[in-house]
């Protein structure tokens, strides 16, 4: 069946980027519409990013101008570029195909002080 594979995940210090990845395997047409959502301790599931088919990025107020998430190759995969990460933003990333209706299993960012 249809699944999403997350990649990228990483423990780094403040200050530092990660890129994460996202495609569902064996069926490319669940990139046209994907959001990226993090959980962080203690804390529920939250919005982080979304590229829709409009092409227009959507962002979360605590990571616009940091997070840019944009489409790979072949739109085979969707990517969430982080920099300037700092420990706020340690978190369990999941993302999501919104026209598929499935999640990723999620992936780990640590962000040391």
């Known amino acids: 069946g249809q699944r999403l594979v997350e990649e990228g995940g990483d423990s780094v210090q403040a200050g530092g980027s990660l890129r994460l990845s996202c495609g569902a395997s064996?069926?490319?047409?669940?990139?046209?519409?994907m959001s990226w959502y993090r959980q962080r301790p203690g804390r529920v599931r939250e919005f982080v990013a979304r590229?829709?088919?409009?092409?227009?990025?959507r962002y979360a107020d605590s990571v616009k101008g940091r997070f840019t998430i944009s489409r790979g190759v072949a739109n085979l995969t969707v990517h969430l570029d982080m920099s300037y990460l700092n420990p706020d933003d340690t978190a369990m990333y999941f993302c999501?195909?919104?026209?598929?209706?499935?999640w990723g299993q999620g992936t780990q960012v640590t962000v040391s002080p």
């Open positions: 064996g069926y490319p047409n669940c990139n046209s519409d």
């Open positions: 999501q195909s919104i026209r598929c209706g499935i």
């Open positions: 590229l829709g088919g409009d092409g227009i990025p």
